[in-house]
């Protein structure tokens, strides 16, 4: 035959609760969910003292359950039943029902004020309604306090705090029942158990570590293991990397993340309205006119308060265009060119002139820099700019010419040279690099030197008068440079022997004139 059950509504004002040997006493309840979400919440019975945990069990409107589904606004009745044996000899004892979060199972919400229930007379004062506020669940919770008699430690006990960054130091209670005299602790974590009553021990490693505590008590002993009760949290760091963190619009940047931690959110924001909730994002900055950016990452992880946040900056530049002038562009060895940058929005300079021989000298990174050619060669001197933009000029260096002139006197033959001294040969050799030449042979005629002749050659000429002459050869090199060489010569004329006056009657009149002269 089932024993009287006693009950007891949480939301109702006794004056006496009492639960004899033999009896059944429930304890009626409500969960609410308060919370704007589902929730899942479990129950946990908790007994300190010598009651069994067989003589009790935890009803719900549902049926027996130990964990609920709660929908938004949802509310459940529960009742913890407990059945007295009328041959128990135990002493008192607290029985207490609270919920936790099923997802994290070490997140136990309040429970309520003590409520003592005595054999006799009234309690020391009246049951009440029990309401333990939270965003995700209205809690309603009692503590019964049965008053039996004798038996072994009743183990419990409490840790504080229960969560938090690595290295936590975490101070456990004792609050077993019974008077243990001895007491052994196993933390979890693989360290060397503990021996005193109210142990103080420092976990190093992140994670969740099971507590057990058994209490004794003569030869009677208790223990009692509570799974995950020790949370440990790696504290988060935010690092970052930007590559590159400076250059031109549109300037593509890509952040590698450096943070440490066990981060289970990313916030980027990027200082120009975007952001992001990526690893690694990459964000393309544009800009009009010089600009730095602010770039913030905050990373998250578990724990409350585990967020870590670093900012740094990202400098954009307009886009460069590159351009200079050079002053000569073309010349003779050695050829010293001024260079002028005249560049938009440039911000550092990297020039090659395209003269490896020169070694070292071959770069320069100042705006406007100099360089003296000293070989013969067409040379692409470069600009680059800060951002890639390029400019291109070529330069132009030649050998300077030289020149050897020379003038002999021609020898003569044939039967109608009637004269001696009218006629010279003229040579010349050239070096280095020429562009044009003419020849004055000084009496008013000039030859143009072509094609091969610009090298060397050799023209035979005729004056038409006695007299001295300056024969000049002027070359214009390719360069721009003038080189010129000079001979005298002096034009003689006399007959030669046999030749009569009326023998050359058909000679035209300067030869007639000059040799009347002669006369």
Same mark, same amino acid.
């Given at each position: 035959?089932?024993?009287?059950?006693?009950?007891?509504?949480?939301?109702?004002?006794?004056?006496?609760?009492?639960?004899?040997?033999?009896?059944?006493?429930?304890?009626?309840?409500?969960?609410?969910?308060?919370?704007?979400?589902?929730?899942?919440?479990?129950?946990?019975?908790?007994?300190?003292?010598?009651?069994?945990?067989?003589?009790?069990?935890?009803?719900?409107?549902?049926?027996?359950?130990?964990?609920?589904?709660?929908?938004?606004?949802?509310?459940?009745?529960?009742?913890?039943?407990?059945?007295?044996?009328?041959?128990?000899?135990?002493?008192?004892?607290?029985?207490?029902?609270?919920?936790?979060?099923?997802?994290?199972?070490?997140?136990?919400?309040?429970?309520?004020?003590?409520?003592?229930?005595?054999?006799?007379?009234?309690?020391?004062?009246?049951?009440?309604?029990?309401?333990?506020?939270?965003?995700?669940?209205?809690?309603?919770?009692?503590?019964?306090?049965?008053?039996?008699?004798?038996?072994?430690?009743?183990?419990?006990?409490?840790?504080?705090?229960?969560?938090?960054?690595?290295?936590?130091?975490?101070?456990?209670?004792?609050?077993?029942?019974?008077?243990?005299?001895?007491?052994?602790?196993?933390?979890?974590?693989?360290?060397?158990?503990?021996?005193?009553?109210?142990?103080?021990?420092?976990?190093?490693?992140?994670?969740?570590?099971?507590?057990?505590?058994?209490?004794?008590?003569?030869?009677?002993?208790?223990?009692?293991?509570?799974?995950?009760?020790?949370?440990?949290?790696?504290?988060?760091?935010?690092?970052?990397?930007?590559?590159?963190?400076?250059?031109?619009?549109?300037?593509?940047?890509?952040?590698?993340?450096?943070?440490?931690?066990?981060?289970?959110?990313?916030?980027?924001?990027?200082?120009?309205?975007?952001?992001?909730?990526?690893?690694?994002?990459?964000? *393309?900055?544009?800009?009009?006119?010089?600009?730095?950016?602010?770039?913030?990452?905050?990373?998250?992880?578990?724990?409350?308060?585990?967020?870590?946040?670093?900012?740094?900056?990202?400098?954009?530049?307009?886009?460069?265009?590159?351009?200079?002038?050079?002053?000569? *562009?073309?010349?003779?060895?050695?050829?010293?060119?001024?260079?002028?940058?005249?560049?938009?929005?440039?911000?550092?300079?990297?020039?090659?002139?395209?003269?490896?021989?020169?070694?070292?000298?071959?770069?320069?990174?100042?705006?406007?820099?100099?360089? *003296?050619?000293?070989?013969?060669?067409?040379?692409?001197?470069?600009?680059?700019?800060?951002?890639?933009?390029?400019?291109?000029?070529?330069?132009?260096?030649?050998?300077?010419?030289?020149?050897?002139?020379?003038?002999?006197?021609?020898?003569?033959?044939?039967?109608?040279?009637?004269?001696?001294?009218?006629?010279?040969?003229?040579?010349?050799?050239?070096?280095?690099?020429?562009?044009?030449?003419?020849?004055?042979?000084?009496?008013?005629?000039?030859?143009?030197?072509?094609?091969?002749?610009?090298?060397?050659?050799?023209?035979?000429?005729?004056?038409?008068?006695?007299?001295?002459?300056?024969?000049?050869?002027?070359?214009?090199?390719?360069?721009?440079?003038?080189?010129?060489?000079?001979?005298?010569?002096?034009?003689?004329?006399?007959?030669?022997?046999?030749?009569?006056?009326?023998?050359?009657?058909?000679?035209?009149?300067?030869?007639?004139?000059?040799?009347?002269?002669?006369?």
């Amino acid at each position: 035959m089932a024993p009287d059950t006693q009950t007891y509504r949480v939301n109702a004002s006794q004056d006496r609760v009492r639960i004899d040997p033999g009896k059944a006493g429930e304890i009626q309840f409500t969960i609410t969910n308060s919370g704007d979400e589902p929730l899942d919440t479990g129950l946990k019975l908790n007994i300190d003292g010598d009651i069994r945990p067989e003589w009790c069990q935890v009803v719900t409107d549902r049926g027996e359950a130990r964990e609920l589904s709660l929908g938004t606004k949802e509310s459940v009745q529960a009742s913890v039943r407990i059945v007295v044996p009328d041959n128990a000899r135990v002493g008192a004892s607290k029985v207490s029902l609270t919920s936790y979060w099923v997802e994290k199972p070490e997140t136990v919400f309040t429970t309520g004020p003590d409520v003592t229930v005595a054999t006799g007379g009234k309690p020391p004062f009246p049951w009440k309604t029990v309401i333990i506020a939270s965003s995700v669940v209205v809690l309603l919770a009692v503590i019964l306090l049965i008053a039996l008699s004798g038996g072994p430690p009743q183990v419990g006990f409490r840790a504080d705090p229960l969560s938090g960054f690595a290295p936590l130091k975490v101070q456990f209670t004792d609050a077993s029942e019974g008077k243990p005299d001895k007491w052994q602790w196993n933390f979890g974590d693989g360290s060397p158990e503990a021996t005193t009553q109210n142990p103080e021990h420092v976990y190093t490693e992140p994670g969740k570590y099971a507590v057990m505590l058994k209490a004794s008590s003569g030869s009677k002993s208790d223990a009692n293991l509570v799974p995950n009760m020790i949370e440990v949290f790696s504290p988060v760091k935010a690092a970052f990397e930007p590559v590159p963190a400076e250059g031109e619009s549109p300037l593509e940047v890509a952040f590698r993340n450096n943070s440490t931690g066990e981060v289970d959110k990313f916030a980027w924001e990027f200082g120009d309205g975007k952001t992001s909730d990526e690893r690694e994002p990459t964000h *393309t900055y544009t800009a009009d006119r010089d600009r730095t950016f602010k770039v913030v990452l905050q990373v998250t992880g578990a724990g409350a308060g585990n967020t870590n946040r670093l900012e740094q900056s990202i400098t954009v530049h307009p886009k460069g265009k590159a351009s200079f002038r050079a002053q000569p *562009t073309i010349g003779e060895v050695p050829l010293a060119v001024q260079f002028d940058d005249r560049s938009t929005n440039a911000r550092g300079w990297k020039w090659n002139f395209g003269d490896v021989a020169s070694g070292n000298a071959n770069m320069a990174t100042v705006p406007n820099p100099k360089h *003296t050619f000293t070989k013969r060669g067409t040379y692409k001197v470069t600009l680059e700019i800060q951002g890639g933009a390029k400019s291109t000029q070529t330069i132009q260096v030649f050998d300077k010419p030289t020149v050897k002139l020379t003038a002999t006197k021609a020898k003569l033959g044939g039967i109608r040279i009637l004269v001696i001294g009218s006629a010279w040969s003229i040579k010349w050799a050239t070096t280095g690099d020429v562009a044009s030449g003419v020849l004055d042979f000084g009496d008013g005629r000039k030859h143009r030197l072509t094609g091969k002749q610009l090298r060397s050659g050799a023209v035979t000429h005729t004056y038409a008068s006695p007299g001295a002459r300056v024969v000049k050869l002027v070359l214009k090199g390719r360069g721009g440079s003038t080189v010129s060489a000079q001979r005298r010569v002096a034009a003689t004329w006399k007959a030669m022997p046999g030749v009569r006056v009326h023998d050359i009657k058909d000679i035209k009149g300067t030869f007639r004139k000059d040799l009347r002269l002669k006369k």
